[in-house]
């Protein structure tokens, strides 16, 4: 490994991918490596409170990641260091052959929230999304007028926040005097609770009133969430009367989102609802081949369908693995073949669909330590009844595991109970995130 700062930079750029806005800022804003010894990574932390964090909370994540990248590392170490050493050793500049990861393109800008990295130019159109891209250019050239609200709807992966974000960042190119800003609906409930608490109701309603552009993502987590339906539904009034354009972005349509004022949902679907389905097999290789085209990369073609073929339909994932092959080239110093990106992909491929389900218990009973067999007892404690749920959601998913088989195996359990379980954990992953990176990193165990 002929440059730490390297390694950390790109382990920051996939960390970035999987983990909230607050946690990356929080936690690894301050972090660096220390060094790499003998097959372990060192980094450094503040204290010992963020030593522990580290353990608990994203050890699996960083390691899943480092080994990602080359099997020669096979433990990550935290080390706690002083302030007056908390800034990685001055390293020599030497000319490498490479592309270093631009992580100024992370920056961003916090007046309107919108990242710089998220333009059309970077943006892949292809059949699935099409008709999406054709409405965001609608609405940037007739703003407040065509496709008021628009309304972007698909599955995680797919694209939207980039879309919706490319929407911002052009509107300030195209309309400099004129202000956008983007949030997702969870900060808009925030600021909203926070402004009744601190008596500043006002003041919240005048500083959303006063943009020319609103993109608010990830809508379908207002649900249940009566004071700020009302407070959005009169947002969006005010907004739409006075020609603002209202941008907004859901895993669902509106007419899907549970426990919602049935007035907010007539505003979300008044205007133009499209749908960002899974891109197909050329929207994929095109898109991987604009990904590491940016880094001045150019793979083998057997090498971009091996890629787009992995990736499936996540164009986040896929993100993922375009930013592993670019720490390949990066680290390596020339353009990774077949072989070795297989090598280096190999923790974002899916589980062996005949992998058992002996072996799927024993591995989520380590994963969460407790006892493999507890998961077959009739036993109802929280600390036992969350790993046999999610054993119960990955055997079906996963593998295609029947029902009635699951609850088989499982301890003899009635298939409604297994029906339940697995829906209850497709529910709550959707809006967990710490639910969805524990289920990530547990099929990466089960490969």
Not at 262 to 275: C, E, Q, V, W, Y
Request: glycine share 6%; aromatic share 10%; hydrophobic share 35%.
């Amino acid at each position: 490994m002929s440059n730490p700062r390297e390694l950390w930079e790109h382990v920051l750029s996939q960390v970035e991918l999987s983990v909230s806005p607050a946690n990356f800022n929080t936690w690894f804003r301050d972090s660096h490596l220390i060094k790499v010894e003998e097959g372990v990574v060192y980094v450094g932390v503040p204290s010992q409170f963020f030593r522990d964090m580290y353990l608990k909370k994203f050890h699996m994540l960083l390691l899943k990641i480092i080994r990602g990248i080359s099997y020669e590392f096979r433990n990550v170490e935290y080390q706690i260091v002083k302030d007056e050493r908390r800034k990685p050793p001055r390293m020599e500049k030497t000319i490498r052959p490479t592309i270093e990861l631009p992580l100024n393109e992370f920056y961003i800008d916090k007046s309107d929230n919108l990242n710089p990295r998220y333009t059309f130019d970077t943006f892949v159109v292809g059949s699935f999304n099409d008709l999406a891209y054709a409405a965001a250019q609608a609405a940037i050239t007739r703003p407040g007028i065509a496709y008021n609200p628009l309304f972007i709807y698909g599955e995680t992966g797919r694209g939207k926040t980039h879309l919706i974000q490319a929407i911002g960042n052009q509107f300030k190119k195209t309309y400099p005097n004129r202000k956008a800003f983007y949030l997702t609906s969870e900060k808009f409930v925030i600021d909203y609770v926070d402004s009744i608490g601190a008596g500043t109701a006002n003041r919240f309603k005048e500083k959303y009133r006063q943009y020319d552009l609103l993109i608010m993502d990830d809508v379908q987590f207002l649900s249940k969430k009566e004071k700020s339906h009302e407070e959005l539904f009169h947002l969006f009034n005010a907004l739409h009367d006075n020609n603002k354009q209202i941008i907004f972005s859901s895993d669902r349509p509106p007419v899907a989102i549970p426990d919602i004022a049935d007035r907010l949902r007539g505003r979300l679907a008044s205007g133009m609802t499209i749908d960002i389905g899974e891109p197909d097999m050329e929207s994929r290789m095109a898109i991987v081949r604009r990904k590491t085209g940016l880094h001045g990369i150019t793979l083998s073609d057997e090498v971009v369908e091996y890629v787009a073929l992995t990736a499936s339909g996540s164009i986040r994932e896929l993100e993922g693995m375009v930013n592993s092959i670019v720490c390949h080239t990066q680290v390596k110093g020339a353009v990774p073949d077949l072989a070795e990106v297989r090598q280096s992909l190999r923790s974002f491929t899916r589980p062996q669909k005949n992998v058992s389900v002996k072996n799927v218990v024993s591995k989520v009973a380590e994963f969460y330590g407790i006892d493999e067999e507890s998961i077959y007892e009739k036993t109802r404690r929280r600390e036992v009844v969350r790993p046999r749920q999610v054993i119960m959601y990955l055997l079906r998913e996963d593998f295609s595991v029947s029902y009635p088989t699951i609850g088989t195996k499982l301890g003899g359990r009635d298939h409604t109970t297994v029906i339940h379980s697995c829906e209850k954990i497709k529910r709550e992953v959707v809006g967990d995130t710490d639910l969805a990176k524990e289920i990530q990193d547990i099929r990466t165990l089960l490969v």
